[in-house]
């Protein structure tokens, strides 16, 4: 029984939003901040930082920004209101469970300095008020969220999610698994695999000790592995299709779905699934 799983399927790419919106948002969250405060979130847009991003928790991994637990609670709830706004409903839910389970963490490991919910990083770059282009990112243990935004156009990358423990084995919310949907759907696609297409989907017999293309700033393409779309038949066609469009409805639904349109539209049928 093969029991571990890494899966590489979208990149986020450009999308068209209400910049304006969201630039809206932006600035009532850094109108509510001190001076001191705005020295720390806000850095040119060229700041070599925001290239620098990564997955690791804040105390491993050095950060520019403004933490969650420096903010006073109003100023929280406004940033989490951007958030939302630049997030789909289960998007934004998820994000809320990937912190909560730094909590969890915390009282797992006994490490309350190390785990910690708030040390999650408020970061932007340039000032949505006058700057064309600005960014803004939201980064801490297994997530890291970057928007970039240039005329009406933001791009929604890197982005990374990810959760620790995958399920959580005790107390009020045991049983809680935060990304249970990519996983199920993916174990669901393998299990309806013919032995044939099996052998082709999985290409490697133990998982890697990390994403494949790791923190980089860019990325090359990766090696060809797996099984193209083209490959599966339609009930298995429509399994890889609901989780590729699992990871793409992190970002508002309307976009979502002009996303996956466009995907459609492209090399659909050359779309591969890789199990290792």
């Not at 290239?51 to 520019?64: N, Q, V």
């Not at 990810?162 to 045991?174: E, H, L, Y």
């Not at 049983?175 to 393998?190: C, K, P, Q, S, T």
């Not at 699992?246 to 699934?273: C, H, Q």
Request: glycine share 8%.
């Amino acid at each position: 029984m093969i029991n571990s799983s890494i899966i590489v399927l979208v990149i986020m790419g450009l999308f068209s939003f209400h910049t304006h919106s969201q630039g809206d948002h932006a600035l009532r969250f850094l109108r509510s901040l001190d001076e001191g405060q705005k020295q720390k979130v806000l850095l040119e847009f060229g700041d070599q930082s925001r290239d620098r991003w990564h997955y690791l928790p804040g105390a491993s991994w050095p950060r520019e920004g403004l933490q969650l637990l420096e903010m006073e609670q109003a100023q929280q709830e406004l940033f989490f209101d951007l958030l939302r706004y630049s997030l789909s409903e289960a998007g934004y839910g998820k994000t809320r469970k990937i912190l909560e389970l730094e909590a969890i963490l915390s009282e797992i490991e006994n490490s309350p300095d190390y785990r910690h919910p708030g040390k999650y990083f408020v970061t932007f770059y340039g000032n949505p008020e006058k700057d064309d282009p600005w960014a803004w990112s939201f980064e801490g243990h297994h997530l890291s969220l970057n928007f970039t935004v240039l005329g009406g156009t933001i791009s929604m990358a890197p982005r990374f999610m990810g959760a620790n423990p995958a399920t959580i084995r005790s107390g009020p919310k045991k049983g809680d698994r935060v990304l249970a949907a990519e996983e199920d759907l993916a174990y669901r696609l393998l299990e309806e695999l013919q032995p044939s297409q099996r052998r082709i989907a999985v290409f490697r017999e133990s998982p890697f000790s990390d994403i494949l293309s790791r923190n980089e700033p860019g990325t090359a393409p990766l090696e060809p592995a797996g099984i193209r779309m083209k490959e599966l038949d339609a009930g298995q066609q429509e399994i890889l299709s609901d989780l590729i469009y699992e990871y793409i409805s992190v970002m508002p639904e309307t976009l979502a779905v002009k996303r996956m349109e466009r995907l459609r539209e492209e090399d659909f049928g050359e779309i591969m699934f890789g199990w290792a």
